[in-house]
């Protein structure tokens, strides 16, 4: 960690600290638009008090269904400073899950980039909603002319910024993770939390003072704000972000910007691998790549092919994007690192008693300090007290441990499924399988990909005299579904494996040989996020 203040635990003492400190220097750098530390904190106070005069109180709920642009951190910390806790929608949401997200967040308000409007008219009906700003001119488009506004009326508002500062313990944001049996969970996040994992984090990142950290994650993801975008403001740095991730441009774009640090899945890792050697694989300023999911295989050659030092993690919402990480002046291949500081673990068997080193059982964790991880599932009690049974937090990972101390990743324990950096839970893609009026029952699980983590792949048992082709299945939930729940794989079942109290076996389905399969991506059914045209000034 560079020169960093740790006198402030809260989001809106970081953003003015560092204003002051830094003034006009770069804070953040997007495609379209630089933000200094200064305006920064003068932009969010605009939207803070633009929120204020809306009527939204300390407590409610800020959606966002916004790409990487300068208007998300804006009304994440503006939202902040009015006490607001923002809520952060995945952008490829649509249908029922977006509704879900929406409803059991009890957002009062939501900020839209206009490319995603058609999926937001599509399900706001009946929804306690009617606060909406939209990018660009907040208007054309809508089913309901006149409801929305701009986003500049928010900045334009002549009401005084709030000046209440939060507490550690205070609410920042919810950050929806996927469950295994059931609909998503939004994990509430304090900000003591936030600010904890950036200063471990950089900690550990080999900081220099003009280090530039890039992403082409998501914002709405826990890693591009704690581990790219809190990160560099805590240590009076520059973040730079691209919109989505391309891996044909990736190291130009990190040249562009003078990346230092790049943060990639295992998904991008391999990508970025397996695209044609150009010279343009060095011709950059990266020299460490924080990465998640780096395989002993493919971690020295990537090293040697980029030039680049990888320094592999662990994490997930609840306990910090990065809760396990390699020292940088000892790291192991193929380990995921050692606890940070914050953060207490161990590998348990199935009753939660420690098992020796080099046996693979659960990750467990807790915190060594206060409000350091998050606070609860919002409005999950039972899930809260289940994922904390005996005092630990429960992963849900396979890992083991050397004697020195170093974790290991071996497996999931849970149903989730992990596809191109995404967690989605079965539970949602049979919900809407199950819908389909030929389908009598189905079960979805995740099988191994070749670019990394998994593909999604469904069984699915028809019912008696029904008939449907695989291809109108993959198009009926690609109308419903996020376009990376989309199975990529179909096989038709004559018979569901239960166990005895009729629960799918789903460990037999992973093994099952491919069989009779439909691979839709041979079919040339490829379903993109939506978007992707030219964002609007």
Same mark, same amino acid.
């Given at each position: 960690m560079l020169d960093s203040d740790e006198s402030y635990h809260d989001l809106v003492s970081l953003v003015r600290t560092k204003a002051i400190r830094n003034r006009d220097r770069t804070a953040l750098r997007f495609p379209e638009r630089s933000l200094s530390y200064e305006e920064l904190d003068r932009g969010s106070d605009r939207v803070a008090a633009g929120l204020r005069d809306a009527g939204v109180r300390p407590g409610d709920r800020v959606a966002t269904l916004l790409f990487n642009c300068p208007e998300f951190p804006l009304t994440w910390f503006g939202a902040a400073k009015g006490g607001a806790i923002l809520v952060p929608l995945n952008t490829g949401l649509k249908g029922t899950l977006l509704r879900y997200e929406l409803e059991d967040s009890q957002a009062a308000?939501?900020?839209?980039?206009?490319?995603?409007? &058609?999926?937001? #008219?599509?399900? =706001?009906?009946?929804?306690?909603?009617s606060r909406v700003w939209v990018l660009g001119d907040g208007g054309g488009g809508s089913t309901t002319p006149?409801?929305?506004?701009?986003? /500049? &009326?928010?900045e334009e508002s002549r009401a005084a910024p709030p000046t209440e500062v939060p507490d550690p313990w205070d609410p920042a944001a919810i950050l929806y993770t996927s469950g295994t049996t059931g609909p998503p969970k939004g994990?509430?996040?304090?900000?003591?939390?936030?600010?904890?994992?950036?200063?471990?984090?950089?900690? /550990?990142?080999?900081?220099?003072?003009?280090?530039?950290?890039?992403?082409?994650?998501?914002?709405f993801h826990c890693n591009a704000q704690e581990m790219t975008t809190l990160t560099a403001l805590e240590n009076d740095l520059v973040a730079a972000f691209d919109e989505r991730f391309q891996a044909s441009r990736f190291w130009e774009s990190a040249a562009r910007v003078g990346a230092t640090h790049v943060s990639l899945l295992i998904s991008m890792i391999n990508v970025l691998y397996k695209q044609p050697e150009r010279p343009t694989d060095r011709s950059h300023s990266v020299g460490v790549a924080l990465t998640a999911g780096a395989t002993r295989e493919i971690w020295p050659a990537f090293e040697r092919r980029f030039g680049v030092q990888i320094l592999e993690l662990y994490g997930m919402t609840e306990c910090g994007c990065t809760t396990l990480m390699n020292p940088p002046g000892a790291v192991r291949v193929g380990s995921v690192g050692t606890p940070l500081a914050f953060v207490e673990a161990l590998v348990v068997d199935d009753h939660d008693r420690p098992v020796p080193d080099g046996v693979r059982g659960e990750l467990v964790v807790r915190p060594r300090s206060p409000f350091s991880m998050f606070?609860? %599932?919002?409005?999950?009690?039972?899930?809260?007290?289940?994922?904390? /049974?005996?005092?630990?937090?429960?992963?849900?990972?396979?890992?083991?441990?050397? &004697?020195?101390?170093?974790? %290991?990743?071996? #497996?999931?324990?849970? #149903?989730?499924? =992990? /596809?191109r950096g995404e967690n989605l839970a079965p539970y949602d893609v049979e919900s809407v399988l199950n819908t389909h009026p030929a389908v009598f029952e189905s079960?979805?699980?995740?099988?191994?990909?070749?670019?990394?983590?998994? #593909?999604?792949? &469904?069984?699915?048992?028809? =019912?008696?005299?029904?008939?449907?082709?695989?291809e109108e299945l993959f198009r009926y939930c690609a109308d419903r579904l996020p376009f990376f729940m989309v199975p990529r794989f179909i096989e038709f079942l004559t018979e569901v494996p239960k166990t005895a109290n009729q629960k799918a076996q789903r460990y037999l389905l992973r093994r099952r040989p491919a069989g009779d399969q439909v691979d839709r991506e041979a079919m040339g059914l490829h379903f993109r996020p939506p978007g992707r045209a030219e964002r609007p000034g």
């Open positions: 308000a939501l900020v839209l980039d206009p490319r995603l409007r &058609a999926e937001f #008219d599509e399900i =706001r009906g009946g929804l306690d909603l006149g409801a929305d506004l701009p986003f /500049r &009326a928010l994990a509430i996040i304090p900000h003591e939390k936030y600010l904890t994992t950036a200063r471990e984090i950089g900690l /550990r990142s080999r900081l220099a003072p003009d280090s530039v950290l890039f992403t082409a994650l998501p914002l606070l609860a %599932y919002h409005r999950k009690p039972e899930q809260t007290v289940e994922a904390w /049974r005996n005092l630990w937090f429960h992963t849900g990972d396979y890992v083991t441990r050397d &004697a020195d101390g170093y974790f %290991y990743f071996v #497996d999931r324990k849970k #149903d989730v499924i =992990r /596809r079960v979805v699980v995740g099988v191994p990909s070749p670019l990394g983590e998994e #593909d999604v792949k &469904a069984f699915v048992l028809l =019912r008696p005299e029904a008939s449907v082709g695989a």
